[in-house]
């Protein structure tokens, strides 16, 4: 049996008909899985983001802050690697002084540097106590010496020792404060 034209024309009508109602439907199920999984990635995304803004915020606070620690320990490792070398230098200069005017350093010391105020400046302020033997002449070529040769420093004190016996030599004491100015870096 032969289909009739009707019927071949009603076959060849529907089952386009019919494929593309079902290609339609099938790519309506994709569009609204495409959308439902669109709206998802784009949450994470967020989610994501959020948490990584959270998490590197606070890695950055922690990190500057260690570098503030790093900042301020420099600082106080220069500061006393400064007045070390100030106080190594007001130190070889008073012995040279010594070994020039003829006398022995007996005993030597610094104190830590402190900080000052002359006329409102600020200043850093190390004192350097010493005694020194030998004859009473270069006792006061010492003296005088060391009065010329610190020109930002001041003899605060100084006291001159003439033993009655002849076997101890005469000795002086002094004092000196040694002023030194480095900028506003230098008073905090």
């Not at 001041?154 to 020792?161: A, K, N, P, R």
Request: aromatic share 4%.
């Amino acid at each position: 049996m032969k289909p009739s034209k009707s019927s071949t024309l009603l076959l060849a009508g529907g089952v386009p008909i019919i494929l593309f109602g079902s290609l339609g439907m099938a790519h309506s199920q994709q569009v609204t899985e495409q959308t439902t999984l669109v709206k998802q990635l784009s949450s994470a995304g967020q989610r994501l983001a959020k948490f990584q803004i959270k998490e590197l915020s606070a890695k950055k606070e922690e990190l500057e802050k260690l570098i503030s620690q790093a900042v301020t320990q420099t600082e106080s490792a220069r500061l006393a690697i400064s007045q070390t070398i100030d106080s190594i230098d007001a130190s070889t200069n008073l012995l040279w002084i010594a070994r020039e005017s003829g006398v022995e350093i007996t005993e030597l010391s610094s104190s830590e540097p402190g900080k000052t105020n002359l006329e409102g400046i600020p200043f850093s302020a190390l004192t350097l106590t010493a005694k020194a033997e030998g004859e009473i002449p270069r006792l006061i070529s010492f003296i005088e010496q060391v009065n010329g040769e610190f020109t930002t420093g001041t003899i605060e004190s100084f006291q001159v020792s003439i033993p009655d016996k002849p076997d101890i030599k005469p000795s002086v004491s002094i004092r000196l404060i040694l002023y030194t100015y480095k900028g506003a870096s230098n008073v905090k």
